[in-house]
């Protein structure tokens, strides 16, 4: 424990944050450790790797994820399929407690007092979250994580529009709509699937989407605009972009009063393929196959 102390864990979490104030829409855990080794001086004990680790990848890596523990508990961090983003309480934090040492601990009293109350962490227990072991179970279950939902988010950036369109058509099936139309390759005029609540489409409203897939660029407030101008009466948008949604798009989204609008950007539209994996037809889990896979997951 002796090799790493309180101040250097801040001083790891001072630096994570200063990397994440500049990426506001979040960054991936690989990214920003590799910045994070770029403007640090790293000891030997930190380049050097656990002998029990098989990747070899240097220790501060593991350390850091270490550390971040207590900041995702005290609601600093948030962490999401190996993407990283710093939360206003979290920037407000950094900005304000300026000494490494105080704000690693600060973190890890917020994060001990969860712990207390959870029965998972006595109030007489004095010990540090400070040096974690190769095979630490929360950070063997986050890089799995990490892996799992890099390897499936390649599968869904390297299919065809067309098909990743039908996937889209597949889940709203399995989410109890009724697919009425799905766009045949060529002009859509922002329309590429239609779908009602009933077989019939009686009932209102009626579902308009729209599948951004395969685009450099994430999805801006002009295109949610011109989304939204093929939306009329009883209708409702879901808007799905495998690239994502830029944050002016997404706060024109919820300030609609008018017309109802849902964006789907592709981890979203991961989870919900998950929690409604059961109800889709064979044919449609064959396109996305997915199997469970379970870890420790001790906290």
Known sequence: MANITPKRNGEFLKIVFAILAEKPEG???????????????????????YPSDPSHRPRFEKIVRFATIPTVKAGWLYKDKG???VTDEGRKANETI??????????YDIYKKWASSQETLSEEDGGELEEPSASTALIALEEAQEQAW??????????DPYDFQNLVGDLLTAMGYHVDWI??????????IVAFNDPLGAKKPRIIV???????????????????????????GIFVSSSGFTRDAEEAA???ENKLVTLINLSKFFDLWVKNFENLSPEAQKRLPLMPVYYLALD
Do not use: C, N
Request: charged share 30%; hydrophobic share 35%; no cysteine.
């Open 210 to 236: 729209q599948v951004k897939h395969k685009t450099s660029q994430s999805v801006s407030s002009k295109d949610l605009r011109e989304f939204l101008s093929v939306i009329g009466a009883d209708r409702v």
């Open 183 to 192: 766009a045949p390759p060529g002009p859509d005029k922002g329309i590429d």
């Open 254 to 256: 919820r300030g609609q």
């Open 98 to 107: 300026v000494d490494p040492e105080k704000l690693y601990r600060t973190a």
């Open 150 to 159: 890099q390897q499936v988010r390649d599968f869904l950036l390297e299919m």
């Open 83 to 85: 993407i990283w983003t």
């Open 27 to 49: 960054m991936p855990a690989k990214a920003i450790l590799a910045e994070l080794g770029k403007r640090i001086e790293l000891t030997d004990f930190e380049r050097g790797s």
